[in-house]
């Protein structure tokens, strides 16, 4: 993926790692691969966000990527993680097409423009 669609900044608090605390991050948004290897983590159903957070997470300051894990992110709290969370759906929103901006649907969107169709009536 391109820098464009990264977000980065800095936890609050951070997670401690061998005795530092890793506050500077840079996330990516999930794929569909993220989401299968997620849910085939052997992590309880309630974990799956993390578990697909921790997926996502490409930068934790110096913490190894591969030791970004559902594990270490069970220690954020709970604030940090929700900015985590807040930064992924932020990124979300400026990767989607503006409304209005011609897209390449032929089906108008629900509620828009008159999608009635003329009906011959009889006059009799």
Do not use: W
Request: glycine residues 12%.
């Amino acid at each position: 993926m391109t820098e464009t669609m990264k977000a980065s900044g800095t936890l609050a608090l951070g997670v401690e790692y061998n005795g530092e605390m890793h506050r500077d991050y840079v996330l990516r948004l999930p794929t569909v691969g993220d989401e299968i290897d997620a849910s085939d983590a052997d992590v309880p159903d309630s974990g799956f966000g993390v578990a697909l957070m921790a997926a996502c997470l490409e930068k934790l300051g110096t913490i190894p990527k591969e030791n970004l894990t559902y594990d270490l992110l069970r220690g954020l709290l709970s604030e940090d993680y929700e900015q985590l969370r807040v930064a992924r759906d932020e990124l979300k929103k400026k990767l989607k097409p503006e409304s209005g901006a011609g897209g390449t649907s032929d089906t108008p969107a629900s509620g828009s423009g008159d999608t009635a169709t003329a009906t011959k009536t009889s006059g009799r």
